[in-house]
């Protein structure tokens, strides 16, 4: 087709306007020639490069982006966008890519815009508990830059994940319980829209009325609506005391239904994860000084003064003590703690240990804390009739799971039998009145669920979609299609 191309953007590429209404060209091509004039050698056409850009951590099936762009600022992605925009050409943002739903494939091609250079905190409020940072921050660096302040950022995922990214796909995690998901702990943004325009969401103000929450329209929407260029995120006091543990159960329920005791008893637990028995066969694999007990297992973290920290730890003893717990271990110094939270970091390894030379299906979903107990006996059940091996873990504060299905990737039927695995899960938490996805997003692994959990809000969120997009270049094919 014809491509007309605007006098701003001229200049990048060359065209002698006179001609533009009777040039015809590939728009990719000129689109590259266009950011290769504006980015030199910081846009990347190179096969390995392009390469890291075409998959996330999980098993999807790759895709390579025809360039990676490589902004430093919120300047320079603003013209990135004018000449995708223009040219019509899809972008995908990129973290660091430890997404589980392939929200990072560019499985239309299109450019790969990575946010990596753009990792400055650009401004820590102490006295309003808020900081300012780039999109290509990663959540250990900001905690690194704020360790003289006595403050920290809360947010915990478990891989190094960049904020950007965390609040692209409105991550949560292991303090999640305590102190929330992206969702609560995103103040304001800097979005480019698709056409380049930049926008301001929110402020540094605690609470607002004016408005539209366009702050948390874009928290979540996964690349789909804009690129975030700046965030500014809440941060907590590190507190004066905190005290690991680990504790076995004999079943799964038992160990839940510890939780939503003490939760409805209102203990302030800091962290609470379960890992079923099939999970921490493969934590001792994985990390031989574990030695743990093959049983359902809860990994707590309580925060507070040292008194209140005591008191935490003896009513939970004793909500423990109804259900069976056994085995109970204690981890005070900081060096333990740190041993024992990167042991359950590194959960998905140790699950893919299991098995060796196998590829994993991931799926995360979660439901009301009160349904827990049911949802989990009913998937494992799930597991047992499809004959696979499936570790569970969840952030079992806060009703989320996940499922590491491990398959022999020579073997088709058994990809077939994993993903059949999966979608059984998804639809069994939404029968208990949850959600197929309780963090991992939805990128082009859950897009078929998401009729069936929204019902007519889905169409209006393809509306949003293309009142936003209308040349659907960001992200395209995740969460949902649109013509």
């Known amino acids: 087709p014809d491509i007309v191309i605007s006098e701003q953007l001229q200049p990048l590429i060359g065209v002698d306007v ?17 950011l290769k004039t504006l980015l030199g050698d910081r846009l990347s056409t190179g096969d ?6 075409g998959r996330d951590e999980a098993y999807s099936t790759p895709a390579l982006p025809d360039a990676v762009a490589f902004p430093e600022n919120t300047q320079e992605v603003s013209e990135i966008m004018k000449v995708c925009s223009q040219f019509k050409v899809p972008v995908v943002p990129f973290g660091i890519g430890t997404s589980l739903e392939g929200h990072v494939i560019p499985i239309h091609g299109g450019i790969s815009i990575d946010t990596s250079r753009m990792n400055k905190v650009l401004k820590i409020n102490q006295s309003d508990l808020d900081v300012v940072v780039q999109p290509g921050v990663s959540r250990t660096e900001l905690n690194a ?6 403050l920290m950022f809360t947010v915990d995922p478990g891989a190094d994940a960049t904020l950007g990214g965390m609040a692209a796909t409105r991550a949560s995690g292991t303090n999640t319980v305590r102190y929330g998901t992206m969702r ?13 325009t930049i926008i301001q969401t929110g402020s540094r103000a605690r609470k607002s009325s004016a408005g539209y929450d366009l702050t948390h329209f874009f928290v979540g929407s996964e690349g789909t609506l804009g690129i975030i260029t700046e965030l500014t995120v809440r941060l907590f006091g590190q507190p004066e005391t905190i005290l690991a543990a680990t504790c076995a159960y004999e079943t799964v329920d038992d160990a839940v239904n510890t939780v939503i005791m003490a939760i409805q008893m209102g203990i302030p637990l800091a962290r609470v994860e379960l890992l079923d028995e099939m999970q921490m066969k493969g934590m001792n694999i994985f990390n031989p000084d574990l030695n743990l007990p093959e049983k359902p297992h809860l990994f707590l973290e309580f925060h507070g003064s040292e008194a209140s920290v005591k008191e935490q730890v003896e009513l939970f003893e004793g909500v423990g003590e109804e259900f069976g717990v056994s085995d109970f271990s204690w981890a005070t110094k900081v060096e333990d703690r740190n041993r024992l939270w990167a042991a359950r970091h590194n959960a998905y390894y140790a699950g893919k ?3 060796k030379g196998c590829e994993s299906v991931v799926t995360d979903c979660c439901v009301p804390v009160s349904n827990l107990a049911d949802c989990i006996s009913r ?13 569970i873990v969840g952030h079992v504060g806060d009703g989320n799971f996940h499922l590491l299905i491990l398959f022999d990737p020579n073997a088709p039927d058994e990809l077939v039998r994993a993903k059949s695995l999966a979608s059984d899960v998804n639809r069994v938490a939404l029968s208990f009145g949850g ?3 309780g963090e991992h997003g939805v990128g082009t692994g859950k897009k078929e669920y998401m009729l069936e959990e929204h019902g007519n809000a889905y169409a209006l ?21 649109i013509s």
């Open 145 to 150: 830059a704020l360790r003289a302040t006595g």
């Open 18 to 34: 006179r001609r533009k209404n009777n040039m015809t060209a590939d728009n990719t091509t000129l689109a590259i020639s266009a």
């Open 435 to 437: 959600t197929v996805t």
């Open 184 to 196: 609560e702990n995103v103040m304001a943004l800097e979005v480019v829209l698709p056409d380049g």
């Open 379 to 391: 998937t494992k059940e799930l597991i047992e009739e499809a004959g696979m091996i499936a570790p």
């Open 461 to 481: 969120m393809a509306t949003l979609k293309r009142a936003i997009d209308p040349n659907n270049i960001m992200n395209p094919g995740k969460i949902l299609d």
């Open 353 to 355: 240990s299991l098995r």
């Open 48 to 53: 390995s490069i392009r390469d890291i850009h």
